[in-house]
């Protein structure tokens, strides 16, 4: 777990829908562009679904949104009102394009196409249930028994999709930001923590659904609300409406701040980038040092430094060039050459470091091993002095809510001291922000976040682990 080129947690995924009569006709150019936007939730697969009401047709495949689509397969896609679209980074369920999404299933005339944002804690014990009540899955995410779970409501015949969803919900325990299409109706629902994002916006002739809201304005989209935690949107040619399936218990994961979305995006209003800068003013008062410069781990580091200079009037500039164009390597460097992985993504600038006191501001460290490559790069390009300051608590906990890191295993902050990690990365001094710094640069209160990774507090009891559906008889985000 945790063996990414950068060291960074990643992310489970982005989720994005569409339903317009206006606009049909190019509602998968739109999807396009609003996975597009979303492209740094999940860079595994990526998948798009539209549907006329009748017939819904999909197209899915491994690779990021540019690779898996082109113009000859979105024209493919062009007839419909509705679509979904998703892009996967893989939390529960391997990587593999029977986990890409959306994933479709369904019984006799009983179908719905899902994506999913999240992990579910009970899916285990919910996939055994659904596989005794006939239900069968070929893929090993626990988004099947979502949608399945839907299904076995629908069939019922009782109730709108509406009901059918909430009383699907009763069925989940976890983190899950759905959107899925059931004949002629888009439908977008939030468990009660409201652990991941979900929004609204407003399109010509209907709305979008999106995991952040720079995917609403890349489409044009004009921003209503959010999805609330606990509530069920349908949207179809009536309109929206919305049904509460559990009171609202407000537990967004604060690393959506810290590092997850994009910093144009907004949560409750707050735009996460502000976030950032107070995030790095906090951490300016709580660990100040003497220096002549500061730098930021680009890019997610970027508005974290700029508030550390700020407030500490220690000037800024940009001593890390980022390679932009970098991907995955399946090229692994030897031993030998153990900084070129790094250097692949980051290469420092000697006239902004060389004979400079420098402080080094990363919005996290997880494992370590990228930081000790980091300092020992900088201190190669000249640096008089390294300070490494992270704008986020050290990461104590693993998380099941939807960010791959289901276990202590690899957490260097789960098993050492501050002191230890600054001898082991090798900076000068080495600080984090402090749980109460971080919550407030978010402006929420503490009770409607989820710091759980940080302090321990697990809003929901049960634990996730990303393979454990493996070869499972039942098989997200």
């Not at 740094?40 to 491994?62: C, F, K, N, P």
Request: aromatic share 8%; glycine share 12%; with cysteine.
């Amino acid at each position: 777990m945790l063996d990414h080129a950068d060291g960074k947690p990643k992310e489970a995924c982005g989720v994005f829908g569409l339903y317009s009569r206006s606009l049909a006709g190019e509602l998968a150019q739109r999807t396009y562009f609003g996975l597009y936007a979303l492209q740094h939730r999940g860079q595994e697969s990526a998948g798009i679904a539209v549907s006329d009401g009748e017939r819904t047709l999909a197209m899915r495949d491994m690779g990021l949104v540019s690779q898996v689509f082109d113009e000859h397969r979105l024209a493919a896609l062009e007839s419909g009102h509705i679509a979904l679209g998703h892009v996967r980074y893989s939390t529960t369920g391997s990587a593999s394009w029977e986990n890409a999404q959306p994933e479709f299933h369904g019984r006799g005339d009983v179908n719905v196409a899902v994506a999913h944002n999240g992990n579910l804690v009970n899916a285990a014990r919910l996939g055994e249930e659904l596989a005794a009540e006939g239900f069968e899955f070929n893929s090993t995410s626990d988004t099947s028994f979502i949608a399945a779970a839907a299904v076995a409501e629908l069939e019922k015949g009782r109730c709108g999709v509406g009901e059918a969803v909430v009383a699907a919900m009763r069925r989940f325990s976890g983190a899950y930001s759905v959107a899925m299409i059931f004949r002629d109706k888009l439908v977008a629902f939030r468990d009660p923590h409201g652990f991941r994002p979900l929004c609204i916006g407003e399109v010509e002739g209907g709305y979008a659904v999106s995991s952040e809201t720079c995917g609403l304005d890349i489409v044009g989209a004009k921003f209503l609300r959010e999805v609330e935690p606990g509530e069920v949107v349908v949207v179809d040619d009536e309109g929206l409406t919305s049904r509460r399936a559990e009171e609202a218990r407000r537990s967004l994961c604060v690393f959506e701040y810290v590092y997850f979305a994009r910093p144009d995006s907004r949560f409750d209003g707050r735009e996460v980038a502000d976030a950032r800068r107070g995030m790095g003013e906090a951490l300016a008062d709580e660990s100040p040092v003497e220096a002549d410069v500061v730098i930021p781990v680009p890019d997610s580091g970027i508005m974290a430094a700029v508030g550390y200079s700020n407030r500490s009037g220690i000037p800024y500039a940009e001593g890390l060039i980022k390679n932009r164009y970098v991907g995955r390597t399946f090229i692994q460097p030897t031993d030998g050459m153990r900084q070129i992985g790094l250097r692949l993504k980051l290469n420092p600038l000697p006239s902004v470091i060389e004979g400079k006191r420098v402080v080094v501001i990363d919005d996290s460290i997880v494992r370590g091993n990228t930081s000790r490559k980091l300092v020992a790069l900088l201190f190669e390009a000249g640096a008089a002095e390294v300070h490494f300051r992270v704008s986020s608590p050290p990461v104590t906990g693993p998380c099941y809510y939807g960010i791959d890191m289901d276990t202590r295993e690899g957490l260097v902050g789960a098993k050492h001291s501050v002191e230890e990690i600054r001898r082991q990365i090798g900076a000068t001094t080495l600080a984090y922000l402090s749980v109460e710094g971080m919550t407030r640069a978010t402006r929420h209160p503490r009770s409607g976040l989820c710091r759980a990774c940080f302090d321990g507090d697990y809003p929901v009891p049960g634990t996730a682990s990303k393979f454990a559906l493996e070869g499972a008889t039942a098989g997200e985000g």
